[in-house]
């Protein structure tokens, strides 16, 4: 049986496709955008979570971990633990013992059974509503085995299904999955070639070929456009993502405004945020974006 890693599983959403869904996060991601809020999907593997707020000092956690990777900090009138992440293997030791919860590890190796024993508990919802699954991540097609499975699996159950994607995968991984999936989210942050590296690390080039490809192949699409304010909110990115998905004849786009919610993640992980200058985007830029996408003739929505 094929096994995946999955970060979580969110029940009852209702920004990830119509209806009332369930929503399965699968573990790694190709890109690294700057003002991503899921950062604890980026890596294949299981991380360590330290919510440092939680710790009480008790050193349970330093008496548990097997490689020395874990002390107590005496530099404030408070004792909490730190964590040596070079040393740490994530064994998950540490989480296991911690009274608080202080300590977790994101990422799960899981079997098809066990997730779809997860998304049938709420088959209700899903029939009352017009909603389904929701397959997202990280990129889900960085794990195209895993989610073949749970596709097939969820079609044999008669439930809608949709993959949230950033694009940025073998043409061959979607081609597979768009039999499978009811309405694919895709993805499109920037339109520049140059900055779209420079934000995200990669090159847009496979993202909009695919699209392009996608665009033939499925009936059912829905552009996801994050407004990141200085980053891909000016005029010239605007209509250039208008003028490209209308040529393509996708006519539906989400605007996600840009939040920050998703920035303590990093200090939990061990990892910096880079964009904490940024302020949400004004709702009267949101709407002026709106009016503009608008202009191409797509439907556009604001959030998910």
């Known amino acids: 049986m094929k096994q995946g890693i ?13 209806g009332i869904r369930t929503t399965v996060f699968l ?51 408070v004792r909490i633990s730190v964590t040596d992440r070079a040393k740490c293997t994530v064994c998950g030791r540490c989480a296991g013992v911690c009274p608080t919860q202080a300590r977790e590890v994101a990422g ?26 929701t397959f997202s991540g990280g ?37 597979q999955t768009a039999p499978l999936t009811d309405l694919f989210l895709y ?3 920037l339109m520049d070639s140059i900055r779209h590296l420079e934000y995200t690390g990669v090159s847009n ?19 996801r456009i994050p407004v990141i304010p200085g980053v891909n909110d000016d005029a010239g990115n605007i209509e250039a ?8 004849g996708i006519m539906k786009a989400s605007i996600l405004p840009y ?17 904490k200058h940024i302020e949400r985007p004004s709702d009267e830029a949101i709407w002026r974006l709106k009016d503009r996408l608008e202009g191409f003739g797509l439907a556009v929505k604001i959030g998910g």
């Not at 899981?110 to 509503?129: A, C, G, H, N």
């Not at 073949?148 to 979607?174: F, I, N, Q």
């Not at 993502?241 to 393509?248: D, I, K, N, S, V």
Request: contains cysteine; aromatic residues 8%; proline residues 6%.
């Open 259 to 275: 939040h920050n919610i998703g920035s303590d993640k990093y200090a939990r992980l061990g990892k910096r945020y880079a964009l």
């Open 27 to 77: 573990k790694g991601c190709p890109l690294r955008c700057k003002w991503c809020h899921n950062p604890e999907g980026l890596s294949c593997g299981p991380e360590l979570v330290v919510f440092q707020t939680r710790c009480v000092g008790c050193g349970m956690c330093v008496r548990a971990c097997p490689t020395g990777a874990v002390s107590l900090s005496r530099n404030t009138s």
């Open 241 to 248: 993502t208008g003028q490209f998905l209308a040529g393509l």
């Open 205 to 223: 080039q496979p993202i909009l070929d695919n699209l392009e490809r996608l665009s033939r192949a499925h009936n059912a699409v829905i552009a």
């Open 108 to 133: 799960t190796p899981t079997t098809p059974d066990w997730v779809m024993e997860q998304v049938l508990k709420d088959r209700i919802f899903y029939e009352q509503s017009g909603g389904g699954v």
């Open 187 to 189: 993805d499109i942050k």
């Open 139 to 175: 990129e889900p097609l960085m794990q195209p085995g895993f989610l073949l499975e749970l596709l097939k699996r969820c079609k044999a159950e008669g439930l809608h299904t949709a993959v949230d994607t950033s694009g940025y995968v073998p043409w061959d991984s979607l081609e």
């Open 6 to 18: 999955i970060f979580n599983i969110q029940k009852y959403s209702v920004h990830d496709g119509p």
